[in-house]
């Protein structure tokens, strides 16, 4: 293996440099998960340059990082306790894993992008018997960071672990203000290298406080492929060697480059805390149409708002370009999403209902019915209901609002 034996087909010629670097573990080559050669290697400078105690690279994005940091609060016997604004990759891994959660919800923002204070935290730890952990999301979708610092003092108060969803932020460790979770106290983070940094798809990494890579390698391959990608892999190193090299001044240049871009267009509505998420509060689906006209892709668009994602790799002529775009459009206000309705009513396990038999059925005839498998369009993947949840006519409302036409139900 591999098949291909470093030759791309002869119909895809473009691809024979990625396939002379499709190597799998061979002798020299190291094995993910029992490296101890030149992925561990890697993995060592990559745990350095963030400051991690540990680093664990993933061929299979944030997603697998997640599964892994779960299954090691299932080891340990922790109730989960989340803020409510969770990718799908975190309620698949608790129905897998069997786990059940306190939510707390947002105090104002929206259940896509929201701001959590830290006493609702504080409140359900103090209500939990035994060990926990509080799982975050920071940056949201819109660029919303979180008060870490804030919540790990609090964990530290009740013993807790901290575990953030940072798969939208590695590249916060470069930046002027330290605001990378590793730095402001979480024990254990991912990072999607390929939503922020140069890297391919699928690329991200497993930080840990502590020196314990290889326990959470044990749990990543219990989630992971057995042939996990090496160009991937590559990508991480390489990635991790151009930070060192100066790529982590670039992700400066290019929050510098973000502040003048928002304060050259005063026409514009701008949200959110981390400067390589534009996010606009406008009517998105209109300004993507606008934008796209011009050749300008946009991240996400609702009716809401609309997210642009800067990279350290844009050139200075990237920003003219998008500048010129944007000061073309006439944005138009945002649409006011419904109230947001009361907590719904928690019917089935998550995995129970994730695991039930299922019918998907138009949303406006899933009132009364129980939520099953999530089901929501990615991005931004942020369900409004989860699995075991009693689906009432106010979150129908909600649903149709964001443009969601059919739930699976439990029948
Ligand atoms: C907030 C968040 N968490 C986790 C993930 C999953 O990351 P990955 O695609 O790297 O597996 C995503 C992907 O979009 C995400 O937006």
Redesign the pocket.
Known sequence: MPGHKGKAPSNAPDLQGAYAWDITEISGADSLFEASGILRAAEQQTAELYGSGSVCY?A???????QAMLAKMKAEHRHVIAART?????LNACVLLGLEVTWVRPRSGSLIAGQYAAEDFAAALEKTDGAACVYV?SP??CGNLQDLRGLAAVCRRFGARLLV?N??GAHLAFLEEKLHPMQCGADFC?D?F??MLPSL????VLHSAEDCGAEMKQYMQLFGSTSPSYLILQSIEAATEWLRQGGGEEVRHCAERSAVLRASLPQYHFAGNDPLHVTIKADGNALADELRMQGVECEYADSTCLVLLLSPVMEEGDFQRLYTALSRCEPKPPAVPPPLPSAPEQVLSMREAALSAWVSVPVGEAVGRICGMVQVP?????PLIVSGERITEEWVGLMRFYGIGNMICVL
């Open positions: 993933s299979g994005g944030s997603t697998l990082c997640i969770v990718h799908r990759a975190f999301t949201d979708y969803d798969a939208h991912c999607s390929h939503k798809t699928g690329a991200a990615c991005p931004p993947a942020v």
